[in-house]
């Protein structure tokens, strides 16, 4: 069992940068490798990028890539996701879950559905 909880959530305006982070506990929780998705209203989940227990590998979605980077402490059982260049679409809420593996390039993020989920954090940009 693995217990994530999101934070660093909030309200930003249109190109600036926010951080967030998941705090992972439980057993082994840093053998797991840790995604970050958000929500939309009225919209489907967006996988955004997933990095492998050891930091070593990385996929970024391209809506995302050259604006958020994934990042992992495994000494703090932490992993950050960095937001630059913030745009009104960006609204959601962003949630970090765990598996044991990330898919295999990031192609198939859309089919990346962790077992375990923290419980979300509201990110608003506004315009």
């Known amino acids: 069992q693995v217990q994530l909880v999101e934070s660093g959530g909030g309200l930003v305006q249109a190109g600036g940068s926010l951080r967030l982070s998941c705090a992972a506990s439980g057993r082994s929780s840093s053998t797991y490798a840790i995604g970050w998705f958000r929500q939309a209203p009225g919209k489907e989940r967006e996988a955004l990028a997933c990095?492998?227990?050891?930091?070593?590998?990385?996929n970024v979605a391209d809506s995302v890539k050259g604006r958020f980077t994934i990042s992992r402490d495994n000494t703090n059982h932490m992993a950050t996701l960095m937001m630059n260049n913030l745009k009104a679409e960006d609204t959601a809420v962003y949630y970090c879950g765990a598996e044991s593996m990330c898919p295999t390039g990031a192609y198939y993020l859309s089919t990346f559905d962790p077992l375990f989920w923290g419980q979300g954090t509201q990110v608003t940009v506004s315009s």
């Open positions: 990095i492998s227990s050891s930091g070593g590998s990385l």
